[in-house]
């Protein structure tokens, strides 16, 4: 897919908000779907031959749970970071997110200035917030009838 240059707004709780430029790589929920269902495929698979490795109940909770988390991990990433310039609304420090991290459109980002957790809510391409416009949300967050920017459903 194409890199998108991306606006985005860094919020903290009665520190105010500072402006955010990222260049991201949207993924499709069929790309993320695809991804996470071959983890997880593969996760079953070798839990079983796991069980021959001695301690033997240990190694197939192990890779059970490292699957889990790697599909997780994969299903959530709505955007992989390509190059992000943002600071922290509180006290200025630059944060920073690795190139390839997977994100989602809010995301809580850590400061290591002040130990906080500003959140980052991009912009859609015409400027807005992301869950911003006819069906609620804006400042307060999105509207009792707008669907999680998650992906959870559908």
């Known amino acids: ?21 990222l260049e991201v790589e949207p993924r499709s929920r069929g790309e993320r779907r695809l991804r996470a269902g071959a983890i997880l495929l593969f996760t079953l698979a070798v ?10 109940f240990l190694w197939p909770l192990v890779v059970l749970a490292a699957g ?8 959530a990433g ?18 920073s997110v690795e190139a390839g991290a ?5 995301q809580r980002l850590e400061c290591y200035g002040c130990h ?10 015409a400027g ?7 069906r609620g949300g804006g400042a307060n967050g999105p509207g009792p009838d707008s669907r999680s920017v998650h992906g959870d459903r559908g």
Request: charged share 25%.
């Open 116 to 125: 906080r957790e500003p959140q980052l809510r991009l912009d859609d391409p």
């Open 102 to 106: 997977r994100i989602r459109a809010r």
């Open 78 to 95: 709505e955007y992989v970071v390509r190059s992000f310039e943002g600071s922290c609304p509180r006290c200025g420090e630059r944060l």
């Open 68 to 75: 889990l988390y790697l599909v997780r991990r994969e299903w």
């Open 47 to 56: 839990a079983p031959a796991a069980f021959l490795v001695p301690p033997h």
């Open 1 to 21: 897919m194409a890199v998108e240059h991306r606006t985005g707004r860094l919020t903290l709780p009665a520190s105010g908000v500072a402006e955010a430029s």
């Open 128 to 134: 807005a917030p992301v869950g911003a416009g006819a």
